[in-house]
């Protein structure tokens, strides 16, 4: 079983509107979540982390974290066509002291 | 603030040949990883190390991969020979440690023909 699993899309989203991302994860102990964006052929970059419990936001990035049901969100709001991209969720494991990535979702902002 | 860096940015050998990659990271990150990434897959990670300790080496290929950090600062990712399921992304990443916020160089991608 994946520990981090995510739906590899497309997700297909008209530009202005909401794109919501998912994923799950399998480890109870992991303790911090990352989503990365990679656009193609290039390498991931840091969008938003979070640790606790319920919403934190950054511009028009919202994370959601829910421990009890082992399940994060990243929204974007006002989806812009630059948006474009595979987003990665990561979870770190503090008992394996290890993060590991899903294989991400393919968001596309159509004009 | 200069981000991690990695050399080369592409790289294309004969199946048996070496080849190796290098990583200097962000100034001050104690935390240095070393990641795979296939195609339409997340990195996975291959070796992880603090200064110069590797401290979770558990999914490198150890017969044909190797890696060093000397003196906790750059690092040094070997393939010998390699195979032609190695052909890949080659990913390096730094932490400064605080909540194991990572932050990737812009990778080497390897063609075994």
């Known amino acids: 079983q994946k520990e981090v699993e995510q739906n590899s899309g497309p997700l297909s989203v008209p530009e202005g509107a909401i794109a919501s991302l998912n994923c799950t994860y399998s480890?109870?102990?992991?303790?911090?979540f990352f989503w990365y964006r990679q656009y193609s052929g290039k390498s991931p970059e840091l969008i938003m982390f979070i640790y606790s419990n319920g919403d934190k936001e950054d511009g028009r990035f919202t994370a959601q974290l829910n421990k009890a049901s082992q399940y994060v969100s990243l929204l974007i709001r006002d989806s812009q066509p630059s948006d474009s991209a595979t987003y990665l969720c990561?979870?770190?494991?503090?008992?394996?002291?290890?993060?590991?990535f899903g294989t991400g979702t393919k968001l596309q902002v159509i004009p | 603030e200069a981000g991690v860096v990695q050399s080369p940015r592409y790289k294309i050998i004969e199946k048996k040949q070496p080849v190796a990659f290098w990583c200097n990271p962000i100034?001050?990150?104690?935390?240095l990883y070393w990641y795979r990434q296939n195609l339409g897959q997340g990195p996975e990670l291959l070796i992880r190390y603090e200064n110069e300790e590797a401290v979770d080496d558990s999914q490198l290929p150890k017969d044909r991969f190797s890696a060093e950090r000397l003196k906790g600062v750059d690092s040094t990712l070997k393939i010998q020979p390699a195979e032609l399921g190695d052909s890949a992304v080659y990913l390096c990443?730094?932490?400064?440690?605080?909540?194991?916020?990572?932050?990737f160089g812009a990778g080497t991608r390897l063609s075994v023909l």
């Open positions: 100034s001050g990150h104690n935390t």
């Open positions: 990561a979870a770190f494991s503090g008992g394996y002291q290890k993060v590991t």
């Open positions: 480890d109870r102990g992991s303790q911090s």
């Open positions: 990443a730094s932490s400064p440690g605080e909540r194991n916020i990572q932050y």
